[in-house]
């Protein structure tokens, strides 16, 4: 599919970039993925306004292609996490959250060595602004900024 010239996006009512390392993410992860010719037909889906939603690796790629702002970093420590986690739900109204609510709590297993996010702290204001937050980390396992 990364390479499909026979794929449509527009037959799609939403995208999800699943997880697993893409490419071997020898550069930075998702790096060589956001360069694939698929996702320039994602970024056009992504600005009519359509849910693209990236998972793990997928969010990496996510921030590679510049449709997310910031980016992610070696975790804090420098070590590999795998562990399960309690996420907590900060914006339940978008697409994929819709039957939960503000400040409940959902468990996930997390698996990644570059899960660090980082954005400087205007697009951080922004993000906040245009509550683009859907969850957060109830305890920071990486060092990312907001959780």
Wanted: proline share 5%; aromatic share 12%; net charge neutral.
């Amino acid at each position: 599919l990364w390479y499909s010239d026979r794929f449509n996006i527009n037959d799609y009512d939403l995208v999800i970039i699943p997880g697993g390392f893409s490419h071997g993410d020898y550069l930075r992860c998702g790096a060589l993925a956001a360069k694939t010719p698929v996702m320039k037909s994602v970024s056009e889906f992504a600005a009519k306004g359509k849910p693209v939603l990236g998972i793990c690796n997928g969010f990496q790629i996510l921030c590679e292609a510049k449709l997310l702002p910031g980016i992610l970093l070696q975790n804090k420590g420098l070590k590999f996490i795998d562990e399960i986690t309690d996420l907590e739900f900060q914006n339940p109204d978008l697409f994929f959250s819709k039957s939960f609510s503000k400040g409940s709590s959902i468990r996930l297993p997390i698996a990644h060595g570059e899960g660090q996010y980082y954005a400087p702290s205007e697009q951080l204001k922004k993000i906040q602004d245009n509550n683009q937050i859907w969850l957060t980390y109830k305890i920071n396992p990486n060092g990312s900024v907001l959780n």
